[in-house]
Structures are given as C-alpha cells and as structure tokens.
C-alpha cells in the first residue's frame, strides 16, 4: 500500500522555460502533500505543504511565484518551476500524508525528480 | 521547536560489522521518530519507526533502533552490515499528525570490503 509516484522522473529544460512535476498518490487519498528541494550530498529542504483545494503554505525563503503548487484532487499535486534557471536545478522530492488512514503521522515518499537547467 | 542533529555526515564500516549511526532529537512534545534509507537518484524509504509503546523497534533490512527518552537519542543500528547497507540515511522527527517532519542532515554510509 500507500504508493506515491512522480512524473517525470528527470527532465531538462532550458532556461526561462516552465516545468511542470506531477505527484500522486496511487492507492489512497492525500489530503496533504509536501514538495522538497534536495542538492547534492544534502538533507530534503521542505519547500511547501500543499492541502487539497487550498492554498498551499511555503517555507521562508521560497518564492511562491517561481514554484507554483497546486493540490486539485486527492491525489494529485503538481510543482510548475516558473522561468527556471540553471540555479533552480535539483532534486525535487513529494511526498503525501493520508489523514484519514491509520498512520496519519507517516509520510510517503515519491521518487523523486531531476530537473536539469540548462 | 523541534530539531534533529545526526552525528558524522559519513561513516564507514567493515562488510559483517556492526552498524551503528547516531541521532538525537529535540522536541518539547512525546515526539515520532524515522528512520529513512535513500539510495543515489531514488526517493526516502521508511526503515523503520517510532511513535508509541515498546521503545526497541525493529525495521526492514535488519535495522533496529531505540528511543531512549533520557537521552533524546533514536540511534540506527544492524548487527552485521551488508555492501547493499551503502546509502544515505535520515533520521526525522515530527510532533503529531498534522505537523510537518523535520529531517536531519543524513548520514552517508559506507561499507568497506
């Protein structure tokens, strides 16, 4: 159970270009999702919690406008890196809680995506 | 607020060895504490997990971990390590249901021949 995918799994772009990462959950509803931002050789820097059909609450320190997340359904989360920049290149990581099932604490991990900017 | 600090960013041990790395947590509440693997370019896998009741908990892969409260401490360890043991790994801590989990900054694991 509890299964979290991400599409696509790397991606290049070029610079000024929009991406767009898709999460979701497979086998259960994720009323919260979290994005993550992981450099090389670094711990997961949580960038935003997103609850679904609401606005999702970021971390100090990210651009709201530049890393757009939007929860629609109960099971699907997408980030758009707006007018990306080699600087935004990294890994970036979803996972999703189930509130309503029995290990409400526990997040699941997706698998992560590269994004390469070049 | 809550932290998680992980001792030695990389530790290295001997294939059949003991596995042993370190995570103390800070938390003004009864917490819940992870343990998470993550191999290169791959997301987080639970390992194992801490929320309440026996304080000796026991994971995949032959992991196990104790929650000592006097110590603030939630270390990771294997009996005998395994050249596939070789990854990364995170201890997280989070206060309740709704909130969200702080990671340490993860500790690389290396297993020697």
């Known amino acids: 159970g509890a299964v979290v995918s991400q599409h696509p799994s790397w991606v290049i772009c070029k610079s000024g270009t929009s991406v767009k990462i898709e999460c979701r959950s497979l086998?259960?509803?994720?009323?919260?999702m979290f994005w993550y931002r992981q450099f090389p050789k670094q711990s997961l820097m949580l960038m935003a919690t997103?609850?679904?059909?609401?606005?999702?609450?970021?971390e100090q320190g990210v651009e709201k406008d530049k890393f757009l997340i939007n929860h629609a359904s109960l099971t699907l989360s997408t980030l758009t890196v707006t007018s990306a920049h080699p600087e935004d290149s990294s890994f970036y990581i979803c996972?999703?809680?189930?509130?309503?099932?029995?290990?409400?604490?526990?997040?699941?991990f997706g698998p992560g995506t590269r994004l390469t900017v070049t | 607020a809550q932290s998680v600090t992980q001792l030695g960013s990389h530790v290295s041990v001997s294939e059949g060895a003991l596995v042993l790395l370190r995570c103390n947590y800070s938390s003004s509440v009864p917490p819940y504490l992870f343990w998470y693997v993550q191999y290169p370019n791959q997301g987080l896998q639970l390992l194992l997990k801490?929320?309440?009741?026996?304080?000796l908990v026991k994971g995949i892969n032959g992991f196990e971990a104790e929650f000592k409260k006097s110590e603030t401490s939630f270390h990771l360890t294997k009996p005998s390590a395994h050249m596939s043991d070789a990854a990364e790994y995170f201890c997280a801590v989070t206060r309740n249901r709704d909130d969200k989990i702080i990671f340490g900054k993860g500790t690389r694991l290396h297993i020697l021949p």
């Open positions: 086998d259960f509803q994720a009323t919260t």
């Open positions: 997103s609850n679904e059909g609401s606005k999702a609450t970021y």
């Open positions: 801490y929320t309440t009741g026996a304080t």
């Open positions: 996972s999703a809680r189930d509130l309503l099932g029995r290990d409400a604490y526990e997040q699941y």
